[in-house]
């Protein structure tokens, strides 16, 4: 398995919750973390949070296109309504490296959240579309921002797919969700299974609604 501590790990949307939230357990945890943001004091006054909770830990913001052009590894962690435009514009610095999409598209009425139809299939495979130069992985979709940001809970206790078509990519993003104790990186298949992974975080936050959780997902028998 890689040794994750020796990477760089860049995060698109770094100031929101689930992005600086990864980010806060992947620092915690020995990475290096660059957190990205559409302006760099942004990046950099989250990134100063992290470390302020974190302690000594590496951690600093950027814009965007410096956080990609920092990182061997990136994690896309912005709104479904900005996905395509920030992709389309970061493609020469991500070209070679391993892109790790937590995008879910999804709706919301008054009956509730419901998985949004994507003309790629999924939000994962509209990153593949616009990187065809990068390595695409699916990951980290059904991971609690609350439970991410809550350092009173040690262990995540949750279970995280991890899709994709490139199996040394998958192998770097399982060791990704590992690094986080108490979460564990399973192969969930190729990128074209994305949009179900997505689509189920609909269901998530139909249950964390009725239950007033933040539940994950468990794969049972492995
Ligand atoms: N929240 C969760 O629990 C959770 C769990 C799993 C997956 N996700 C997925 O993770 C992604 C981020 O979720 P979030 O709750 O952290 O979202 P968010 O707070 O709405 O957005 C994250 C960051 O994205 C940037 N952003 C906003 N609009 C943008 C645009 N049009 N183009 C480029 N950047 C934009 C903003 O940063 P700047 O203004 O600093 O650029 C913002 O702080 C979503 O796609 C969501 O489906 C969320």
Not at 24 to 47: K, P, Q, T, Y
Not at 152 to 163: C, F, G, K, N, P
Not at 199 to 208: F, K, P, R, S, V
Request: charged share 25%.
């Amino acid at each position: 398995m890689t040794d994750v501590t020796e990477l760089t790990v860049g995060v698109f949307g770094g100031t929101g919750p689930q992005g600086r939230g990864l980010a806060l357990r992947w620092a915690r945890a020995g990475i290096d973390v660059v957190l990205g943001s559409r302006s760099a004091e942004r990046g950099e006054a989250a990134a100063a949070e992290v470390r302020a909770l974190a302690g000594d830990v590496r951690c600093r913001g950027l814009d965007n296109r410096d956080a990609a052009a920092a990182a061997d590894v990136v994690l896309v962690a912005v709104p479904w309504e900005g996905h395509a435009a920030l992709l389309e514009s970061l493609r020469d610095e991500l070209v070679g490296k391993i892109v790790i999409d937590c995008v879910n598209p999804l709706g919301f009425d008054k009956q509730g959240p419901f998985a949004l139809p994507v003309a790629e299939g999924s939000a994962a495979q509209q990153a593949e579309k616009l990187l065809p130069e990068s390595r695409v992985t699916a990951a980290f979709h059904h991971v609690s921002a609350v439970h991410l940001a809550d350092l009173s809970i040690a262990e995540m206790a949750t279970d995280v797919l991890v899709l994709g078509d490139d199996r040394e990519a998958t192998d770097v993003v399982r060791a990704l969700a590992d690094a986080i104790p108490g979460m564990r990186g399973i192969y969930g298949g190729r990128l074209r299974n994305a949009h179900q992974v997505e689509a189920l975080t609909a269901n998530l936050i139909a249950i964390n609604r009725r239950y007033k959780a933040h539940a994950g997902v468990r794969i049972t028998d492995l």
